[in-house]
């Protein structure tokens, strides 16, 4: 591109560069230029920003690019990134839960367990060797998908990580503790089987993405669904309620090591929500949220065999949150299905 | 899980993409601004929007890059109607005629003179 005069940039084009950010580098550099003339065209005389339309229409743009440069990275990366989603979302829970068990009121509550392996994850020193393997685990496949990121926004994710983990570390006693709790504490298998319905909820979803290559905007509607929830909680109960499945917000507004700590994980998952170019491990964000309550729902039919199989019976074992999410999810499903029938596989597009 | 006819109807502001492009090639906001003379302002094409419609019909080989030139300093590509998008269009266009006739011509409508009399086996 060549520009006989520099012209200082407008305020408008500023804020135009920035939401052509939402584009990937590579089509940003091919097409960059060209989309930002015709939204500076598009835009009113002496308008300061880009329209409401135009801005909607951009980011939604960006994420379509992206999802399609994204399927086009084949099967096995799209798997990686599924799974590194469902294991990112698990350590950060599993965090979670530790620091709200070692008492210091971290605001951050775990998941209900009404009965088994899972009230295990309120006490336990011996769970801080999970963060430690789950963080090990998640980094090296980050590693092993270097190659499909570029730029410095992958360093986010293990940095965050890394973040998370050191911090629980730290408040743990230091490593000796926690190489003494690995010796002496072999892995639960509930942990595993907690985690394999996220795995096996992922594969599925990547899989299915890959037969019919959906529109990706669809599939966002899923992990707004807990947000949407969370709102609608809050002005139910008029924000007595907090948030049941990740954290709630602080009640006193001071800063201090607690509150950080939400921070940093608050800045932890938006970091993962970013880095993550693909819609489809934002599918399996809603997923995990929805299947982690199944979890702990399965221990429970587990326990009381009396228990009758009716959607009442489940709310009323697990609370509202269950049946939220699984009436979101089969809405959900159900109307990415009617769209795909209408719309049928897209072409791919680099 | 679908049925597969020859393509799917052809979705609005992709039509008035397509048509915009009749009179010759265009870059991205003449290309909008066409639209939505032709569409009497019914179809405004945000600029994302036309550029993933733009994408996607130059994958399906409807539309083709034509020129570069640089205005003010900035890239402008124009794009134009290939053979097959014109095929495209023309099938659209017929489709929706024939539609349309039922509606607005019934007498001339082989599908409606099949209404009033209908073959009995």
Same mark, same amino acid.
């Given at each position: 591109?060549?520009?006989?005069?520099?012209?200082?940039?407008?305020?408008?084009?500023?804020?135009?560069?920035?939401?052509?950010?939402? /584009?990937?580098?590579? /089509?940003?550099?091919?097409?960059?230029?060209?989309?930002?003339?015709?939204?500076?065209?598009?835009?009113?005389?002496?308008?300061?920003?880009?329209?409401?339309?135009?801005?909607?229409?951009?980011?939604?743009?960006?994420?379509?690019?992206?999802?399609?440069?994204?399927?086009?990275?084949?099967?096995?990366?799209?798997?990686?990134?599924?799974?590194?989603?469902?294991?990112?979302?698990?350590?950060?829970?599993?965090?979670?839960?530790?620091?709200?068990?070692?008492?210091?009121?971290?605001?951050?509550?775990?998941?209900?367990?009404?009965?088994?392996?899972?009230?295990? /994850?309120?006490?336990?020193?011996?769970?801080?060797?999970?963060?430690?393997? /789950?963080?090990?685990?998640?980094?090296?496949?980050?590693?092993?998908?270097?190659?499909?990121?570029?730029?410095?926004?992958?360093?986010?994710?293990?940095?965050?990580?890394?973040?998370?983990?050191?911090?629980?570390?730290?408040?743990?006693?230091?490593?000796?503790?926690?190489?003494?709790?690995?010796?002496?504490?072999?892995?639960?298998?509930?942990?595993?089987?907690?985690?394999?319905?996220?795995?096996?909820?992922?594969?599925?979803?990547?899989?299915?993405?890959?037969?019919?290559?959906?529109?990706?905007?669809?599939?966002?509607?899923?992990?707004?669904?807990?947000?949407?929830?969370?709102?609608?909680?809050?002005?139910?109960?008029?924000?007595?309620?907090?948030?049941?499945?990740?954290?709630?917000?602080?009640?006193?507004?001071?800063?201090?090591?607690?509150?950080?700590?939400?921070?940093?994980?608050?800045?932890?998952?938006?970091?993962?929500?970013?880095?993550?170019?693909?819609?489809?491990?934002?599918?399996?964000?809603?997923?995990?949220?929805?299947?982690?309550?199944?979890?702990?729902?399965?221990?429970?039919?587990?326990?009381?065999?009396?228990?009758?199989?009716?959607?009442?019976?489940?709310?009323?074992?697990?609370?509202?949150?269950?049946?939220?999410?699984?009436?979101?999810?089969?809405?959900?499903?159900?109307?990415?299905?009617?769209?795909?029938?209408?719309?049928?596989?897209?072409?791919?597009?680099? | 899980?679908?049925?597969?006819?020859?393509?799917?109807?052809?979705?609005?502001?992709?039509?008035?993409?397509?048509?915009?492009?009749?009179?010759?090639?265009?870059?991205?906001?003449?290309?909008?601004?066409?639209?939505?003379?032709?569409?009497?302002?019914?179809?405004?094409?945000?600029?994302?929007?036309?550029?993933?419609?733009?994408?996607?019909?130059?994958?399906?080989?409807?539309?083709?890059?034509?020129?570069?030139?640089?205005?003010?300093?900035?890239?402008?590509?124009?794009?134009?109607?290939?053979?097959?998008?014109?095929?495209?269009?023309?099938?659209?266009?017929?489709?929706?005629?024939?539609?349309?006739?039922?509606?607005?011509?019934?007498?001339?409508?082989?599908?409606?003179?099949?209404?009033?009399?209908?073959?009995?086996?």
């Amino acid at each position: 591109m060549s520009a006989d005069i520099r012209v200082p940039m407008s305020r408008l084009e500023r804020r135009a560069r920035l939401l052509l950010r939402a /584009y990937p580098p590579q /089509y940003r550099a091919d097409r960059g230029e060209e989309i930002l003339g015709t939204l500076l065209e598009a835009s009113a005389e002496g308008a300061r920003r880009p329209g409401l339309r135009d801005s909607w229409s951009i980011l939604a743009g960006g994420i379509r690019a992206r999802g399609d440069r994204n399927r086009a990275a084949g099967l096995a990366a799209s798997l990686r990134l599924a799974v590194i989603v469902g294991m990112a979302l698990y350590l950060a829970k599993v965090a979670g839960s530790w620091l709200d068990s070692a008492n210091l009121r971290a605001h951050l509550v775990i998941v209900r367990a009404p009965t088994g392996s899972w009230s295990q /994850y309120a006490h336990g020193l011996h769970w801080s060797p999970l963060v430690l393997w /789950y963080s090990l685990g998640a980094i090296a496949l980050l590693a092993a998908n270097v190659g499909a990121w570029a730029g410095l926004r992958f360093l986010t994710i293990p940095a965050a990580f890394a973040a998370i983990v050191l911090q629980a570390w730290a408040l743990s006693g230091g490593p000796s503790s926690v190489l003494a709790a690995i010796s002496s504490h072999a892995f639960d298998l509930a942990v595993l089987t907690s985690l394999l319905p996220v795995v096996a909820s992922l594969v599925v979803l990547v899989v299915l993405t890959r037969r019919t290559g959906r529109p990706p905007l669809t599939w966002l509607a899923l992990p707004a669904l807990p947000v949407v929830l969370f709102a609608v909680q809050q002005v139910v109960t008029g924000g007595k309620a907090g948030f049941q499945l990740m954290f709630e917000l602080p009640t006193a507004a001071t800063v201090n090591a607690e509150s950080l700590s939400v921070v940093a994980l608050l800045a932890g998952i938006a970091a993962l929500a970013w880095a993550i170019t693909d819609t489809r491990p934002a599918l399996g964000v809603g997923l995990f949220l929805a299947v982690t309550e199944l979890a702990p729902l399965g221990t429970t039919l587990q326990t009381e065999r009396n228990m009758r199989w009716s959607l009442p019976a489940l709310w009323h074992h697990s609370g509202p949150e269950f049946g939220a999410f699984f009436v979101g999810l089969a809405l959900t499903s159900a109307m990415t299905l009617l769209l795909a029938r209408r719309t049928g596989p897209r072409a791919t597009i680099h | 899980m679908m049925s597969c006819m020859a393509s799917p109807p052809m979705r609005e502001p992709t039509y008035y993409v397509l048509a915009a492009l009749l009179a010759g090639p265009l870059h991205g906001y003449a290309i909008i601004q066409q639209a939505a003379d032709l569409s009497g302002g019914r179809v405004r094409l945000a600029t994302g929007t036309l550029y993933t419609a733009l994408d996607r019909l130059t994958a399906e080989g409807l539309v083709e890059l034509v020129g570069e030139e640089t205005v003010n300093g900035r890239l402008r590509r124009s794009y134009g109607l290939t053979g097959p998008g014109a095929s495209a269009l023309r099938a659209e266009a017929q489709r929706m005629a024939e539609a349309a006739a039922l509606v607005i011509s019934p007498s001339d409508s082989p599908a409606t003179s099949l209404i009033r009399n209908p073959r009995t086996t």
